[in-house]
């Protein structure tokens, strides 16, 4: 008896038999290279931030110096070398931190000046994604680059060198207001411009933002942003006490003074009130009417990670196509994945008193609200650049079609793939920032003895020198992780 099979399998077996398309070919190629070509920048930096998450600091910045060299001249060179200079000096390794640093601040002056003067437009990039625009720093970026190169500088003793790195930094948290006004105004007369010479695209997307299932899933996801806490007009508090700590330390006259007692003032009304601020505004004002400055030690705490982006995915309608010819129509969207693993406080105990570190600024709420302010055109761009892409696979698909049922069938498995390929969400962010600063200051202790104790039980002895100013600088990536400390003496 011959061998019996079931339809299924004849049908299997005679399709084998019948040759491809040659632009199903052409299809499959164009699928393959995109499913092999695009990664997110979360997929890219996993083992990197591996190491740095286990507290492997000296392994991380390697990592990292080779992704930010081998990057340098792409579109992803100025987010590994932020990555890459704040690894360096979580390792100690402070001269070649500086010198990340510098680079990745020489960077963002070409991005910036170039911003100044060209007038070319991201209209390429909606019609892929916005990952494949250069990572150009966004001001909470530019604002830490100038503040960890001061702090850089203070742990190397070159205090004159820290003066012009927060004055720098002033400036570009003055700056941001105006910044974030110009990129709205750029990014709606982009998105205008796409619309226009994409009408039907363009109507499709604004239904898509009313469907109520894709609005439904945006709102659910991004309704944590809400809960966040909002800093006024784009202000990191951070480097706002830092300024303040540095030009009443470091003052040269009476302009100094007044400058420290505004900063304090800021952080005040930024972060709320607290004893530590209140003693700060105390002195800047003894030191105005002439008093010296007592000594007194001052503990900044960095904690967790700063949140890292991810991406959600949905299937969007596209109203004006046919439902048949585009099996696959999904959007990526960023989100920020925030850090639940981190050390709540420090409790520093000196001269036989016990202080807990307090929040200063919270980089959840500085990043969450960049994040959200740019959500509004990032969500209009995907959604335009989703539906321009699915058009194009509709008359990919239609037009192979006319080869045959398994020329048109081939053709849609290669444009999903494709589209699943490369509809992918923009997730390069600099995660080695802390998730928190915290601060504690108390008077330094006669018999120069401090003990730091994290939340999770791990402890650390320092010592200062009697009577002087010292700065220390304390950090931990996780609850697993060692704690970090670099003792600063001031003055």
Known sequence: MPPRFSVRESKTKNLMRIPAHPLCLAALALAAAALTGCQTYEQKTSDSKNLWKSGNYAAAATDFTQKADKAKAGKDGLVYKLEQATALRAAGKIPESIEAFQQADDLINAYDQK??????????????????LPYTGRDYDKVMVNTYKALNYLQLGQSDKARPELIRTYQRQQDAVENNKKRIEKEEAEIKKAGDEKKNESKSVEQAKTDPKVSGLLKDNYAPLDTLKIYADYVNPFPVYLDGLYFLTFSTGGSDLERAHKSFERV????????????DLALAEKAANGEPMPARTYVIFETGSAPARGQLRLDIPVFFLGSGRVPYVGAAFPKLDFDANFVPALNVTAGGA????????SMDGVIGQAFKDE???????????????????????????QGGAIAGLLSKVATAATQAA??????????TLPKEFQYCSFPTPADSKLDIAAANGQKTGVAVEPNSTTLILVKSVGPGTPLVVNVIKLK
């Open 375 to 401: 959500l509004p055109s990032v969500i209009t761009k995907t959604l335009l650049s989703t539906t321009i892409k699915a058009t194009a696979s509709y008359f990919v698909n239609q037009a192979a079609e």
């Open 354 to 361: 016990t202080e807990t570190t307090t929040q200063l600024a």
């Open 268 to 279: 005040k009304g930024l972060s709320g009130e607290n004893k530590y601020i209140n003693a």
């Open 115 to 132: 911003a100044k003067t060209s007038v070319t437009s991201e209209t390429g990039a909606i019609l892929s994604n916005q990952a494949n």
């Open 422 to 431: 490369v509809n992918i969400a923009d997730t390069r962010t600099w995660t």
